[in-house]
């Protein structure tokens, strides 16, 4: 396998300048410098018609014309705590497609996960929503940190949403809380502010 060749457009767009090599052969193994992965990956995500293909919630994804350069994300990135963590472009600013910095931010894979829409997966039902072996019943779950809670059965798909939403509302609030990084903090309040109001919307529907 050939190492990563400096100077060549990355998925077409991106400008890989780094001043060492980013992919070298240590002991007849790739060993791919980290900074490099996660910049490859994200114009991956946007770039890839492949990748486009497999997750299409990253159609029309874009990152910032600085951070199309290599050695300003890396700078960016080698500020942040980002050991164990996903770069994440929308828990700032809901339902943004562009990474940069002013969006972007690390956060656990148990949050990121938590806050992911799976709408391509859910099909018919809400998010958390679903009628296990077709019942007449509709149930209320809740996965956390590889955990999966249960919360009811109910005879409305309203009713298990509602159930699924107080649940998130009160593990985002606690998260908010509980993290350290003062500017993800702030950003799952936010969060735990959104899913209160979408709480009270579907409460009053009829």
Same mark, same amino acid.
């Given at each position: 396998?050939?190492?990563?060749?400096?100077?060549?457009?990355?998925?077409?767009?991106?400008?890989?300048?780094?001043?060492?090599?980013?992919?070298?052969?240590?002991?007849?193994?790739?060993?791919?410098?980290?900074?490099?992965?996660?910049?490859?990956?994200?114009?991956?995500?946007?770039?890839?018609?492949?990748?486009?293909?497999?997750?299409?919630?990253?159609?029309?994804?874009?990152?910032?014309?600085?951070?199309?350069?290599?050695?300003?994300?890396?700078?960016?990135?080698?500020?942040?705590?980002?050991?164990?963590?996903?770069?994440?472009?929308?828990?700032?600013?809901?339902?943004?497609?562009?990474? *940069?910095?002013?969006?972007? &931010?690390?956060?656990?894979?148990?949050? =990121?996960? /938590?806050?992911?829409?799976? !709408?391509?997966?859910?099909?018919?039902?809400?998010?958390?929503?679903?009628?296990?072996?077709?019942?007449?019943?509709?149930?209320?779950?809740?996965?956390?940190?590889?955990?999966?809670?249960?919360?009811?059965?109910?005879?409305?798909?309203?009713?298990?949403?509602?159930?699924?939403?107080?649940?998130?509302?009160?593990?985002?609030?606690?998260?908010?809380?509980?993290?350290?990084?003062?500017?993800? *903090?702030?950003?799952?309040? &936010?969060?735990?502010?959104?899913?209160? =109001?979408? /709480?009270?919307?579907?409460? !009053?529907?009829?």
């Amino acid at each position: 396998m050939k190492t990563i060749k400096r100077n060549k457009l990355v998925c077409g767009v991106g400008l890989n300048d780094a001043d060492y090599i980013t992919a070298p052969k240590i002991n007849g193994k790739l060993e791919v410098c980290y900074y490099y992965q996660t910049w490859k990956d994200m114009l991956i995500r946007c770039y890839s018609p492949r990748e486009n293909k497999r997750s299409p919630t990253y159609i029309g994804c874009t990152v910032c014309d600085e951070w199309l350069i290599f050695s300003n994300f890396k700078k960016w990135m080698e500020l942040k705590d980002f050991k164990g963590k996903r770069l994440d472009k929308d828990l700032k600013v809901s339902g943004n497609k562009i990474y *940069s910095s002013n969006t972007c &931010m690390f956060v656990t894979c148990a949050i =990121n996960n /938590l806050l992911t829409n799976h !709408a391509a997966k859910r099909g018919q039902y809400p998010q958390g929503v679903d009628s296990p072996n077709n019942s007449v019943k509709y149930r209320a779950q809740i996965s956390f940190k590889g955990k999966f809670k249960h919360l009811g059965l109910y005879t409305t798909i309203k009713e298990a949403e509602i159930a699924y939403l107080a649940a998130k509302h009160e593990i985002v609030k606690q998260a908010a809380i509980d993290e350290s990084d003062q500017e993800v *903090s702030q950003a799952l309040h &936010m969060q735990a502010g959104l899913i209160f =109001n979408k /709480l009270q919307v579907v409460g !009053a529907l009829d």
